[in-house]
């Protein structure tokens, strides 16, 4: 009975050491496997690692007479000692402590509670106790469970996990922080508040400290949490000494001797089962020695149930667990081990592990780290080994080893938890790669991309942002964003900066200029991102920077072509408006400034370009320009408004009369006549002068006064000027009885309706006609729309004409497509009054349905006067016809108001190109890269080109070279009536 005895307890001690010894590698191999460190031995070298942590959170750690104190102080000395390690301890606030850490001024936090938040940040050892948070409340508290406590008002510790924990899980209604425990159970002691949440052992133990005794835990137990060391992230060797060290003060029972110390807890339960059982069976041999064989099957049964517990646990743990002996045979394995080699666990027992390795060299290498362990005594961690399998892809495992004997044998044994990191390191491997393609985009990216700290200062570029710049990437790195940035721009590029640095936005975008190494402005579009850290604090910022120098030098051409008359290269008419405008408000602030502005008009240029040719007639203009240049001063402004009139601003005058004078210079300088192209031409000039006054200080009525009288010049006989007064009756009269003639020919229907033919450059053939208005007056006969459009616009009588225009042509069109089979186009024109009218949009429908021409064979041409106009109302209009199926082309673009801005805000289908960049686009390269980048931006906005003013056969070859898509002008046919125009269209010409 008593060797049955004896041999019992020797399998009960051997189980539970095992059993024990499992546990706490288990511990340990898990924790070893967040990271993969380098083998470990405590007696490498002597480390210095500084400590970090709360400085009062006793009994953990506290400061006692300024030295730190507590369980986790003594926990430190113990791993010091017998790692090897010498200990600094430095105790702060517990957000002082995070921030050192951070900023490496301490290696190690101790005591951090463990949470997937903080993993992100931090590495963590294996847990050393557990910390479980409690609901305390005051005596009178109505709050007696967690539910009582939801939407109230909460006190926790800032920074601290429960203070995480709420604010994810929304319970309070309002949080409450202190920097420290004493002070959130002095505040609930207080009793402001009605309920906090701290750490049970410590607010039991301030309770007894300050003697709070109207407050008490509920027992919640919340927050059940692993207490650990923290580490940066990465910092994988000190993580691996940590967790060296813990588990051999747990191994060698110096850890329990200081719970016992500072917690009071004392586990002796397994001591005091075994003596239960020695003194129940010296009680069976003393008073039963007759039921000995019962006792004997009672206490194997246990055993057998014990064994199977502690085999059911083992085999629970998903790593594998194994115990060989010296010559490589298995003594213990689970069954994760078991499956792993695909055998059961008796087929591996007592079988040396060379048996089972598909890889006879990694098997050895395997048996030689067992020895290793058994020889030297000391613990081993293996971040990486790889197992071969038959028909099996390889595996990886991170392996923990720690010597033990068995009590029964005596014989040197390893003990071992190898941690299967296969798809760690699959997902390490794909990091990596994904790295890898990311620095491949940023090397090789179409746009250049820089990054630079929150100061400016330029981290690193790619290959496209150094070419961009002119410099290399070794002296941008020593350069600042400001060194290259343009000067009129610094001060914008740091207020963006700053604003995003802030939070006020996470990124903008803008368009700015660089200055080269070479010196040469680069614009670029720049879009800037702040990147923050795991904190939510800005870490550094990406800048991406596209060169846009070409199409800022093309949008600054085109800027200055709608500014500029493209013939001469002198403001065009709203330039001219800005500067008077100017000057306008500055006489109103300076009553001794003077201005004058002048209308001059050619008289009967028309004849030159009839006899001559436009040609001729467009150098007469320039050569005109010119000499009005070389007379006037430097201050006064030239613009052309239209083929041979010239407004002119003579800004600060000395004295009103400077006016008379100038007129004077320019009576002169044309007298003398032109030499254009072997011709002797002489030409005279009507001008009107209109002084700066406080009749107005709108620069459009300047105009209209100065051109008042300019006509009144040419009324008295051309060739003189003549000073604005506002007196000029006869004027008056003559446009009040045009205007009333102009009535009175609506009525009686004396409008009729030319059509100018306009041909498909790729077919050559005619595809369309534009519907011109012709004033057939029973007296003066046929008046020229220039007589009439002008004052049908003025007086508003271009509404009831251009509706007239539409649904006759309509008629036609519709007539000719009926009758002859042809897919023939109408090209409308509509002014700018129309658009006045909310209810245009209907009446040309109802034109179209009562005409049965369909909306898609009507192209309406705007004029750019209409874009002054452009607002809400006429953006909707215009949308309206759109949609109704009209196709909508801007007229004469170029000439006035044309801007880019225009283009992407208005519903066009199709660009008309005005006939003076046509007719010039053989006289000259600029001219004709005029054409060509007018075509671009058509390409750019999917925009339909018209070029009209063909005026030769070579305008036309080169439009058709150029890919403009129609062309009209008097090279392919003069307006014509419909008479006409029907046998054009039976005649089924081919112009190309």
Not at 267 to 284: G, H, P, Q
Not at 513 to 524: H, L, N, T
Request: overall charge neutral.
């Amino acid at each position: 009975m008593g060797r049955l005895c004896y041999s019992f307890f020797k399998q009960v001690r051997i189980q539970r050491f095992i059993f024990i010894a499992l546990v706490v590698l288990a511990q340990a191999g898990l924790i070893f496997s967040q990271s993969s460190p380098k083998p470990i031995h405590a007696d490498e070298h002597k480390t210095i690692l500084k400590f970090g942590g709360d400085h009062n959170y006793p009994p953990y750690l506290f400061l006692k007479n300024n030295e730190p104190s507590g369980f986790d102080a003594d926990l430190i000395r113990e791993i010091s000692s017998v790692m090897g390690i010498e200990a600094e301890i430095r105790l702060a606030p517990w957000n002082d402590v995070r921030h050192a850490l951070d900023a490496g001024e301490i290696d190690v936090i101790a005591g951090m509670v463990y949470t997937e938040e903080r993993e992100q940040i931090y590495d963590f050892s294996i847990p050393y106790n557990m910390i479980t948070m409690d609901l305390f409340v005051r005596e009178r508290s109505k709050i007696r469970s967690l539910d009582d406590a939801r939407n109230k008002e909460l006190i926790v510790q800032e920074g601290g996990v429960m203070h995480d924990y709420l604010i994810k899980q929304n319970l309070a209604s309002r949080i409450i922080t202190q920097k420290n425990v004493p002070d959130v159970l002095r505040l609930l002691s207080s009793g402001k508040y009605d309920a906090a949440f701290v750490n049970r052992i410590q607010g039991q133990y301030f309770i007894q400290k300050y003697s709070l005794s109207n407050i008490f835990p509920l027992g919640e137990k919340l927050q059940p949490s692993d207490y650990c060391f923290a580490v940066k992230k990465g910092n994988a060797e000190t993580i691996a000494r940590l967790n060296e060290g813990l588990n051999i003060i747990k191994a060698t029972g110096k850890y329990r001797e200081l719970y016992e110390k500072w917690f009071g807890v004392y586990e002796k339960k397994n001591l005091w089962i075994v003596m239960r059982y020695f003194i129940w069976a010296l009680s069976a041999v003393a008073a039963l020695l007759a039921m000995s064989v019962v006792w004997t099957w009672v206490l194997q049964r246990k055993v057998k149930i014990r064994t199977a517990e502690l085999r059911q646990v083992i085999d629970l743990v998903p790593h594998m667990i194994f115990a060989t002996d010296k010559d490589g045979r298995f003594l213990l394995v689970n069954r994760a081990m078991a499956e792993f080699f695909g055998k059961s666990i008796n087929e591996l027992t007592g079988v040396s592990l060379t048996e089972f390795f598909h890889n006879k060299s990694q098997a050895l290498e395997f048996l030689k780290k067992n020895l290793s362990v058994i020889e030297n005594g000391h613990g081993m961690f293996n971040p990486e080994e790889i197992i071969e399998r038959q028909n099996a892809a390889p595996a990886f495992f991170q392996t923990t080893r720690i010597p033990f004997t068995p009590t029964i044998s005596r014989k040197a044994a390893v003990l071992g938890v190898a941690v299967d990191i296969t798809e760690q390191r699959k997902a390490i491997e794909a990091r990596q790669e994904s790295e890898e393609r990311f620095r491949a985009v940023f090397e090789k990216a179409a746009i250049g991309i820089a990054r630079s700290g929150l100061d400016g200062h330029i981290h690193e570029t790619n290959k496209k942002f150094q070419n961009i710049m002119g410099y290399s990437a070794q002296e941008l790195a020593s350069m600042r964003v400001e060194d290259i940035t343009h000067p009129d721009d610094m001060e914008q590029e740091r207020r963006m900066v700053l604003e995003t640095i802030k939070g006020k936005r996470e990124h903008y975008s803008s368009e700015k200029r660089f200055i080269r190494k070479d010196g040469q402005i680069v614009w670029a579009y720049l879009t800037v991102s702040l990147i923050r850290d795991t904190h939510m604090q800005p870490r550094f910022v990406i800048g991406m920077v596209e060169d846009i120098t070409d199409r800022k030098r093309a949008e600054e051409r085109i800027q200055y072509d709608t500014l500029h008359d493209s013939l001469t290269g002198l403001p065009n008419r709203v330039l001219f408006l800005e500067r008077l405008d100017r000057a306008i408000n500055k006489m109103r602030r300076a009553p001794n400034y003077h201005f004058a502005v002048l209308y001059l008009d050619l008289d009967d240029f028309n004849k030159i370009n009839d006899s001559l040719g436009h040609l001729i007639g467009d150098e007469l203009l320039l050569l005109l320009a010119r000499r009005l240049l070389s007379i006037l001063g430097p201050d006064d402004t030239i613009a052309r408004l239209s083929t041979d009139e010239f407004a002119i601003l003579l800004d600060a005058m000395p004295k009103p009369s400077h006016a008379i004078d100038a007129t004077q210079k320019i009576f002169d300088s044309i007298s003398g006549g032109f030499n254009v192209s072997d011709h002797d031409i002489h030409i005279s000039a009507s001008i009107g002068v209109v002084h700066g006054n406080t009749r107005t200080d709108i620069a459009q009525e300047y105009l209209r006064d100065a051109s008042t009288a300019m006509y009144e010049a040419k009324h008295l006989g051309k060739n003189r000027h003549i000073v604005f007064d506002p007196s000029m009756h006869e004027a008056a009269v003559f446009r009040l009885t045009l205007e009333e003639e102009m009535r009175s020919a609506l009525r009686k229907k004396e409008f009729i309706i030319h059509y100018q033919p306009i041909i498909e450059l790729k077919s050559g053939l005619l595809t369309g006609f534009e519907a011109l208005a012709r004033w057939a007056h029973p007296v003066k006969g046929m008046i020229p729309p220039d007589v009439f459009i002008r004052l049908a616009e003025e007086t508003g009588l271009i509404v009831p004409l251009e509706d007239f225009i539409f649904e006759t042509a309509c008629r036609q069109v519709c007539e000719w497509r009926k009758k002859w089979g042809r897919n023939i186009d109408l090209h409308l024109n509509l002014s700018v009054r129309q658009f006045s009218n909310p209810e245009l949009d209907k009446k040309l429908e109802q034109i179209i349905t009562d005409t049965g021409l369909a909306p898609s064979s009507v192209q309406i041409e705007i004029t750019e006067g209409l874009m002054l106009e452009v607002g809400p109302a006429t953006h909707a209009m215009l949308d309206r016809l759109k949609q109704l199926g009209f196709y909508l082309c801007l007229d004469d673009f170029g000439t006035g108001y044309s801007s880019l801005s225009y283009l992407t805000r208005l519903p066009l289908n199709a660009l008309k190109v005005d006939r003076i960049f046509v007719s010039r686009m053989t006289v000259g390269e600029e001219n004709l890269e005029i054409i060509r980048a007018v075509r671009a931006l058509a390409r750019t906005f999917n925009l339909n080109l018209i070029a009209e003013g063909v005026e030769t056969e070579e305008h036309l070859l080169m439009l058709k070279s150029l890919e403009y898509q129609h062309a009209q002008g008097y090279f392919i046919s003069e307006p014509m009536d419909a008479s006409a125009s029907e046998s054009l269209l039976l005649s089924n010409k081919k112009w190309l």
